[in-house]
């Protein structure tokens, strides 16, 4: 069984930086696609950044130029770096994957998540 452990969370200032890290492990081959949710509260689950097979790459537009997605295979991880934070960044961030679609966009299309952590931006 796939398990991921987030790490990396916590308490921000504006325009800080923060670094996430997902760990993988019970795999049994390379999945297709990792990728980073988030979930405010009172708001959906919504797609953060995807890093797939042959270099593909997704970002939603509000994190564009400030995040960045980012995995070592040797040590089975998927990191988000997270730059240039704001207020409204502030959620529990999940990773996920997936081995069943090449390009995944959306929640449905993942087979297992971590548990989530909390990252808080202050103003």
């Known amino acids: 069984q796939v398990q991921l452990v987030e790490s990396g969370g916590g308490l921000v200032q504006a325009g800080g930086s923060l670094r996430l890290s997902c760990a993988a492990s019970?795999?049994?081959?390379?999945?297709?696609?990792m990728g980073w949710f988030r979930q405010a509260p009172g708001k959906e689950r919504e797609l953060v950044a995807v890093?797939?097979?042959?270099?593909?790459?997704y970002y939603a537009d509000s994190v564009k130029g400030r995040f960045t997605i980012s995995g070592d295979n040797a040590k089975n991880t998927v990191y988000l770096q997270m730059n240039s934070l704001k207020p409204e960044d502030t959620a529990v961030y999940y990773c996920?994957?997936?081995?069943?679609?090449?390009?995944?966009?959306?929640?449905?299309?993942?087979?297992?998540w971590g548990q989530g952590t909390q990252v808080t931006v202050s103003s």
């Open positions: 890093s797939a097979r042959g270099g593909f790459t």
């Open positions: 996920a994957e997936t081995y069943k679609r090449i390009r995944p966009t959306v929640s449905g299309e993942y087979d297992y």
């Open positions: 019970g795999r049994t081959f390379s999945s297709f696609a």
